[in-house]
């Protein structure tokens, strides 16, 4: 065999073992964009939950805010009206 032909089988070897480095590449990345993917949606899940805990805390913090505001108005116009029938008899 004359070394062009050698040369030629060489570099269909190689070329065949670079097909299989790029397709082990190829699996490789598709398993790692599995991954992620998997990783960012158990991500997006549990922010999701947090800000549902931070809403519902907020929400009762609100709540607990205006009927606390409420009992001291009462007793403000309590203590006015108080003041008034001592001031106004």
Known sequence: ???????L???WVCGI?????????????REGIKQ?????????EKMKEGFID????LGSMIKFSYAD???R?????ARIK?????VFP
Request: overall charge negative.
């Open 54 to 57: 931070v809403k519902e805390e």
């Open 73 to 77: 108005l009462n007793a403000l116009e």
């Open 36 to 44: 992620v993917t998997e990783e960012m949606a158990s991500i997006k």
């Open 17 to 29: 073992a670079d097909l299989g480095g790029l397709r082990e590449g190829m699996e490789s990345l």
């Open 82 to 86: 108080a003041l008034e029938k001592m």
């Open 1 to 7: 065999m004359d070394d062009g032909k050698k040369r």
């Open 69 to 71: 505001l409420e009992k």
């Open 9 to 11: 089988i060489f570099k």
